[in-house]
């Protein structure tokens, strides 16, 4: 069973920069594709950011493209805006390759705990 370890979260004011990490603890997940996904209190789970197994193809959420950049096992976070404020998770697809339906959650097959990033105005 892998498990995922993310890191990198804090609190920062708005305009600042976050790299969020993710690795796994277990076994390898290299070939599979990463995806990072954010919760703000009260809210759903949201899709943030996906990545290939191959590393050749990315996709972002319409509010963080520009800001953020995906690399396999790591979110640059730049321009943070207060409402980026949410726990950060990992998460690896096994399953397949990135669709059009990776923006579910429940197309992910494993998690991270999440880290905490706070973003002030």
């Known amino acids: 069973q892998a498990q995922l370890v993310e890191s990198g979260g804090g609190e920062v004011q708005a305009g600042a920069s976050l790299r969020l990490s993710c690795v796994d603890s277990?076994?390898?997940?290299?070939?599979?594709?990463m995806g990072w996904f954010r919760q703000a209190p009260g809210k759903e789970r949201e899709f943030v950011a996906a990545?290939?197994g191959s590393a050749a193809y990315t996709q972002y959420a319409e509010a963080v493209k520009g800001r953020f950049t995906i690399s396999r096992g790591y979110l640059q976070m730049n321009s943070l805006k207060p409402e980026d404020t949410a726990v950060y998770f990992c998460?690896?697809?096994?399953?397949?390759?990135?669709?059009?339906?990776?923006?579910?959650?429940?197309?992910?097959?494993?998690w991270g705990q999440g880290t905490q990033v706070t973003v002030s105005s």
């Open positions: 998460a690896v697809r096994s399953r397949g390759p990135l669709s059009a339906l990776v923006v579910l959650p429940e197309q992910w097959d494993y």
């Open positions: 277990g076994r390898s997940f290299s070939g599979y594709a």
């Open positions: 990545i290939s």
